[in-house]
T-cell receptor, first 111, second 113 residues
């Protein structure tokens, strides 16, 4: 089973700041997932990436397969970005096998 | 339709009750999942169904019994639960072996009294 480490666990920032959340994992993977969870429980998939970089709006995700490391960046952060951000990897190696999650980063953006 | 629905949203049950959680998707996905999430913890994988066959059962107690009647529907039957089973139960689906991108339902918040 893959081990997933995320940092920081908690992050409070001011509106407009550039945010970085880091994720590292122990075993090679086919793809890494970044997810967002708001209070109340709903989880939304933000990115699934296997190499390089992906961008969606103000969110950017990067992955370095050799170093087993990924980062999620938020540019021009806004209070509505406040949520828990979770990094996840395939449970046992890829395909339809579920996800193993990091502990999450609780992000608060203050106006 | 890119939605995964779960019913009920909330459930309170006694330790001797039998209840079921239901999950449905109409995206043509061939893999469906149950996760359990305790407060302030990340979700933990419980079961995986791939092409309507149980492919992963992560050492879950037998008081939880999954069922996949067809490719759109996933149930979780509950019997003789313990208070420590109180949690948010999340269902997800993904296209199948070609992609593991997961679409999550809103969850069922279960309280066992």
């Amino acid at each position: 089973k893959n081990e997933v480490e995320q940092s920081p666990q908690n992050l409070t920032a001011q509106e407009g700041e550039f945010i970085t959340i880091n994720c590292s994992y122990s075993v090679g993977i086919s793809a890494l997932h970044w997810l967002q969870q708001h209070p109340g429980g709903g989880i939304v998939s933000l990115f699934m990436l296997s190499s390089g970089k992906k961008k969606h709006g103000r969110l950017i995700a990067t992955i370095n397969i050799q170093e087993k490391h990924s980062s999620l960046h938020i540019t021009a952060s806004h209070p509505r970005d406040s949520a828990v951000y979770i990094c996840a990897v395939p449970y046992s190696g890829g395909g339809a096998d579920g996800l193993t999650f990091g502990k999450g980063t609780h992000l608060i953006i203050q106006p | 339709d890119t939605e995964v629905t779960q019913t009920p949203k909330h459930l309170v049950m006694g330790m001797t009750n039998k209840k079921s959680l239901k999950c449905e998707q109409h995206m043509g996905h061939r893999a469906m999942y149950w996760y359990k999430q305790k407060a302030k913890k990340p979700p933990e994988l419980m079961f995986v169904y791939s092409y309507e066959k149980l492919s992963i059962n992560e050492s879950v107690p037998s008081r939880f019994s999954p069922e996949c009647p067809n490719s759109s529907l996933l149930n979780l039957h509950l019997h003789a639960l313990q208070p420590e089973d109180s949690a948010l139960y999340l269902c997800a689906s993904s296209p199948g072996v070609e992609s593991n991108e997961q679409y999550f339902g809103p969850g069922t918040r279960l309280t066992v009294t």
